[in-house]
Structures are given as C-alpha cells and as structure tokens.
C-alpha cells in the first residue's frame, strides 16, 4: 500500500511564525537571555533543523559571556535542554489554545488516504511532544491515532539530511518508490528526495521565496472545496498532476505513478540514505 508522510510545521498548520517565533521569545526572556528574535531572523533561524539545534546558534563566545554561561561544554549543552524543555511547554500551550488553525487540506486528504488504506505518518525534526500537539490539532484525535509519529532525535542528522525520512520508511516496512512526502520548506524537500521519495511542497509564511526544484509538485495550499472554499494556486507541476481548484489523493497518487523522478532534476542527484541504511531506534507508535 502506498503511504503519505507529511511535515509537522508549516504542512500541517503554519505554526513558526505563530508558535515557535513567540514560544522562543517567550523561553529567552524566563531565563533572562540577552536576544528577542525578530520575524526577520527568524526567517533565517528556520532554515536549521530543530529547536535545539536553533538555540545553539546563539552561543558565540560574546553571547555565552554576556548571558553568564558556564564554559563547560556538557554544563552548556544541559542549558540548552532546559531552555528547550521549557519552550517546548510554551509552545504546546500555544497549541492547546486553538490560535494556529489547521493548514488547508491537509485533514481532507489525509481522511481519504485513510479510508484508501494509506499508511499515514509525521516526519519532523521538531520535538515529539510538539509534534503531536500540532497533529491533534490538525487531524482531530480519531484521524491522529492512525498517524505513526518520527519527530526530534529519533535521529541525529535532523533535515536536510534524508535520515528522519528513511528511518520512517524503514520502521514502517516501506517501499519508498510508493511514499508521497508533504513538505513545505526546501530543506525538508531535500530531505524527502534524498530518501528516494516523491515530495509536494504547499508553501508557507518563510518558506515562499526558497527554491523547490526537485519537487513532483508545488502549491500554495492543498486547498478546500466549499463551504471553506480555499483555491489553491499549482506553482510547479512538472510530472502533469494537474490538481484543480484544490489537491486531491488522486493527483497526489500520480506522483508515483509518474515515475517520482523529479528528484533527480535538482543541484545534483539525491543525498544518500535509504531505509536499509536507517539507523534503529524505538518504534514511534509506542510512545
């Protein structure tokens, strides 16, 4: 059976600029940091894969010295855990309180990718907890619990890097010549392709202006029928899809009948990585 993996942030709600922006914030002025992110470097700290992994950027040896760090790498690094445990709480509140609506389309097309027999799953470099927050939100509790969950350091190479993909294909028993990636950013695209999977992108908020060669398809949104009635706009349709005024899993079913060798058309062929070669690690849906 073919399988739709979808992104967490941006694919299943527009959530950074909402969520993660003000929960960062937020986390740096509890525990007395001396940086406010604004929109506009935010803009540039999405392109890194992860929360932790974000914060780290801070610590140049000016930041460390003013905000009264220890030096000791390991006493670092747990001041780093804790900030991102604590934002992590922040931002699943944000959640919680209904602020950030779903995206367009993503819970219509994963309920008829379920009732097609599917696999259904989330693949994100973002926290589980988070996560899965965002995936109740977006699907309801009964669609979510037939979703698998991949998502923070279930590996350690977090996107561009293909691994959190082919780790889900491999836990899952995959072909990845029968998995459509939904992506939104051209660093979790990369990722996909470098799994051997087929990638749509619906482009969000920081995410419009990135290059998405490569991709089997770009939109703007999966888009709705009435009576939400959100059209999407088709940016890139080189395997001919041809979606109308919303996607559907049939034009998303032609990404791999196509052949999904769009990959290949991007700056150079497609990162190693394979399900064969994922590392191990524990099964999602016991979490």
């Known amino acids: 059976m073919p399988a739709l993996i979808f992104d967490c942030d941006g694919v299943l709600a527009d959530t950074e600029r909402d969520g993660h922006l003000p ?3 937020e986390t740096f002025e509890e525990f007395g940091l001396p940086v406010r992110w604004s929109d506009e470097e935010y803009a540039e700290k999405v392109k890194v894969g992860g929360g932790k992994e974000r914060m780290r950027t801070l610590l140049t ?7 009264g760090l220890p030096a000791d790498p390991a006493a670092l690094e747990e001041q780093v855990a804790g900030w ?7 931002y699943t509140g944000i959640i919680r309180s209904g602020r950030i609506p779903p995206r367009p389309g993503v819970r219509r097309v994963a309920a008829e990718a379920h009732e ?6 989330v693949a994100s470099t973002s926290a589980e907890a988070s996560v899965r927050s965002v995936l109740e939100l977006a699907m309801g509790p009964e669609l979510a619990a037939h979703f698998s969950v991949f998502a923070g350091d279930v590996v350690q190479r977090k996107k561009p890097a293909p691994d959190i993909y082919a780790f889900a294909v491999h836990r899952l028993g995959l072909d990845p010549a029968g998995v459509v990636a939904i992506e939104d ?6 990722s996909a392709l470098g799994a051997g999977l087929a990638c749509a992108v619906t482009t ?5 202006q990135e290059d998405f060669t490569g991709a089997s398809l770009v939109v703007t ?10 059209v999407t706009r088709v940016l890139s349709d080189p395997l001919g899809a041809h979606p109308g005024p919303w996607v559907e899993l049939a ?7 196509a052949g999904g060798d769009a990959g290949t058309t991007a700056s150079g062929p497609p990162a190693a990585g394979s399900p064969s070669s994922a590392p191990p690690g524990p099964d999602p849906r016991s979490h």
Request: hydrophobic share 45%.
């Open 221 to 230: 949104s999966l888009g709705d029928p009435p009576p939400e009635e959100i």
């Open 251 to 257: 034009d998303l079913a032609v990404l791999l009948t």
């Open 185 to 190: 950013s051209s660093n979790g695209m990369l």
């Open 84 to 90: 991102h445990r604590r934002k992590t709480e922040i």
């Open 23 to 25: 929960a960062f914030n």
């Open 116 to 121: 097609a027999g599917w696999t259904l799953a």
């Open 204 to 208: 969000s908020a920081y995410t419009a």
């Open 61 to 67: 040896p000016d930041f460390v010295a003013a905000a």
